[in-house]
């Protein structure tokens, strides 16, 4: 029954419930119509046994016969066989109602019986009458005349002993019924039993059928309303409640989903939102110092290379006496020099990535060719020291035009390349991939570089946030770059197994029909370009 629908093991319960009730009923219907059938029988018994009471009472009024009234005695023979006729009548009434417990076998041999005697007794009176006699023969009663007396005799004892035919007939009748009675009761008493056990039995598998189920429902909805939608109800069955509770599972699995998600957006808008904040912040920030920084970097920047070079001019001419300067003074000098005129330029470029980002206008958008834009950036990232035996695929998937402000989207391409190829140690390979679909251009970045942990990816995209291998850079790169391509309406997301598997960058920015053009961009338009293969200096590939 496991396998079974509900409707099949409540058709079962209904039929064995029905089943009882029909045994049970038939039982005592057995019964009723026993009791019925022997209260009938007893009946008809009983209307013979009156009819062979008068017919006995008749014969024997004949002892009361004489000769002075000779015509009376014919008169009740008449009658007695008159009264057996009837008898013979009620009797086949009888049999054919079927309440005779022999079907009249010993009535009819009596009847019959009964009858020849009476027909005896009739023809000897005929006789008696007709015979002269003498006048002291005629003054005898005819119970004396011995032929008349003997079948008078006769037909009185049978019909005596019809009379215990039929009261024997009745006694059997009750004992009949008594039997059918007790064994209705047995039967009833059986199926009473059984019929309450069965219903203990249904209790029982309904419990486990209908209730257990319900039951578990119930709970799975309380535990999916206190927020747990971590345990499914798993039922087993195998009809509609395990149907509904799968439905429901599959209800739950969606909404945990659902919830997932929304909670991921809801932590990405908040992230987003705090992004916002600090943009806000560092624009004002940059806005209000950023030239005020800028003229003492400049001063510096410029006092540090006019030093440089009145420095050299100095050395120079020490360099002619006789005593010289110590070379190692004159190292020291120059590299302390660099270093400022290095770390000058470097805040300068942050002042002016801050005075970049501070400009938070609506950029001109015009269709541009993707892939030329990306063998544009990896032609200027190929010169760059940190690109030296190191190798970067490009395969684009066809021609692909998307509305892109094409400065802002080169700066985020070159940020990501450039990271990637500080990420690696030589030999390292960095592919890019450019796809469309979905109604997005997709640009995958990956490398073989040091990859991210879990506490690098969660704030990877936050201002001035930076865990660079080669211990540069400002914090503000990938910062920069997911503010452009969120104003783009796209996506920048990054992953990574772990430190030392490598990390993935995928842009996505969403596509439209270029100005002329024809068909969706990706879908047509020149040949697929074949994929590009950059093999800088020092790279194993390019050995």
């Not at 149907?243 to 209800?251: C, G, R, V």
């Not at 904040?277 to 004002?284: A, I, K, L």
């Not at 000058?344 to 470029?349: F, P, W």
């Not at 200027?380 to 030296?388: F, G």
Request: proline share 4%.
């Amino acid at each position: 029954m496991a396998r079974s629908r509900l409707r099949d093991k409540l058709m079962l319960g209904l039929a064995l419930v029905a089943g009882s009730i029909g045994a049970l009923a038939a039982g005592t219907s057995y019964g009723l119509y026993s009791f019925y059938t022997s209260t009938k029988s007893v009946t008809k018994k009983h209307e013979e046994l009156t009819i062979v009471t008068q017919m006995i009472q008749e014969l024997g009024s004949i002892e009361q016969v004489s000769q002075n009234d000779p015509n009376d005695y014919p008169i009740r023979v008449a009658k007695c066989r008159h009264l057996l006729e009837e008898f013979r009548f009620a009797n086949q009434k009888t049999v054919a109602a079927g309440l005779d417990p022999d079907n009249g076998a010993q009535e009819q041999g009596y009847i019959s019986t009964i009858d020849k005697q009476l027909a005896e007794l009739t023809e000897e009176i005929n006789r008696y009458n007709h015979v002269p006699q003498t006048q002291a023969e005629r003054s005898n009663p005819l119970r004396e005349v011995k032929n008349i007396r003997e079948a008078h005799n006769s037909a009185r004892q049978k019909a005596e002993d019809l009379r215990f035919v039929l009261l024997d007939d009745i006694q059997a009748t009750g004992r009949s019924s008594s039997a059918a009675i007790r064994k209705s009761i047995w039967w009833a008493g059986f199926f009473l039993v059984w019929a309450l056990m069965l219903v203990a039995t249904m209790l029982y598998y309904f419990r486990v059928w209908m209730f257990a189920p319900i039951r578990e429902l119930q709970a799975g909805v309380q535990r999916v309303h206190g927020g747990n939608f971590s345990q499914p109800i798993a039922l087993k069955s195998g009809d509609e409640l395990q149907e509904l509770s799968d439905e429901f599972d599959a209800l739950i699995a969606r909404l945990h989903t659902v919830y997932a998600d929304l909670a991921r957006q809801v932590n990405e808008r908040s992230r987003q939102l705090v992004r916002s904040e600090r943009m806000v912040s560092v624009g004002f920030l940059a806005a209000g110092v950023a030239h005020e920084i800028n003229n003492p970097l400049a001063s510096i920047l410029f006092c540090s290379e006019a030093l440089e070079r009145r420095l050299q001019e100095v050395l120079t001419a020490v360099a002619t006496t006789a005593t010289g300067a110590p070379t190692a003074e004159a190292e020291v000098l120059t590299r302390y020099l660099k270093m400022i005129q290095q770390e000058a330029l470097r805040c300068k470029d942050i002042t002016q990535k801050l005075l970049d980002f501070s400009r938070t206008g609506d950029r001109r958008k015009e269709p541009t060719d993707l892939t030329g834009l990306v063998r544009g950036v990896l032609e200027v990232a190929r010169h760059l020291p940190s690109s030296r035996g190191k190798a970067v695929a490009f395969e684009p998937a066809g021609y692909i035009v998307a509305p892109v402000n094409s400065q802002d989207l080169k700066s985020v391409i070159l940020n990501l390349v450039v990271n990637a190829l500080d990420s690696m140690e030589d030999g390292g390979r960095l592919a890019i991939t450019l796809a469309a679909g979905g109604g997005y251009a997709e640009l995958v970045f990956t490398d073989t570089g040091c990859g991210m942990s879990p506490d690098v990816l969660q704030n990877i995209f936050e201002p001035f946030f930076t865990k660079s291998r080669t211990g540069k850079g400002t914090g503000l790169g990938l910062f920069i770059s997911h503010q452009i391509v969120d104003q783009h309406g796209g996506t920048i997301t990054a992953t990574s197994s772990g430190p030392g598997t490598g990390s993935t960058f995928t842009v996505r920015i969403p596509l439209e029909l270029a100005p002329g053009a024809q068909q969706p961009p990706g879908e047509g338009g020149d040949p697929d370009p074949a994929p590009t293969l950059l093999k800088f200096p020092g790279s194993r590939e390019a050995a």
